[in-house]
């Protein structure tokens, strides 16, 4: 089991950046390959969370949606058991509850093949 928690979500100004955290308790961390996804309010019910990026067991290799590549940046740090996703330009169509989910699989893009997920964080950008 792995039980992961969220932080740093907030109401920002279009143009700004965020960084949010996500801290890993259970079993090791380190051995899971991460994501990030969010929901953007008013999505259809079944619609799959949208896929924003994702980083390997070992940080080694990460993965970004064309829509996301320039303005997002996934990290993380094993030895505290916590990743990050930094969100540059905010724009209000960011606006969405940001998850972050762990997996040993390495279909990394689809919500599918995630076994674990955070309780979500609010980005809310104002324009």
């Known amino acids: 089991q792995v039980q992961l928690v969220e932080s740093g979500g907030g109401l920002v100004q279009a143009g700004g950046s965020l960084r949010l955290s996500c801290a890993a308790s259970?079993?090791?961390?380190?051995?899971?390959?991460m994501g990030w996804f969010r929901q953007a309010p008013g999505q259809a019910p079944g619609k799959e969370r949208e896929f924003v990026a994702a980083i390997t067991s070992n940080g080694g290799s990460t993965d970004y949606p064309d829509s996301a590549k320039g303005r997002f940046t996934i990290s993380r740090d094993n030895a505290n058991n916590t990743g990050y996703l930094e969100i540059n330009s905010l724009k209000p169509e960011d606006t969405a509850v940001y998850y972050c989910?762990?997996?040993?699989?390495?279909?990394?893009?689809?919500?599918?093949?995630?076994?674990?997920w955070g309780q979500g964080t609010q980005v809310t950008v104002s324009s």
């Open positions: 259970g079993r090791a961390f380190s051995s899971y390959n």
């Open positions: 989910a762990a997996t040993t699989s390495y279909f990394l893009r689809h919500g599918g093949y995630y076994s674990y």
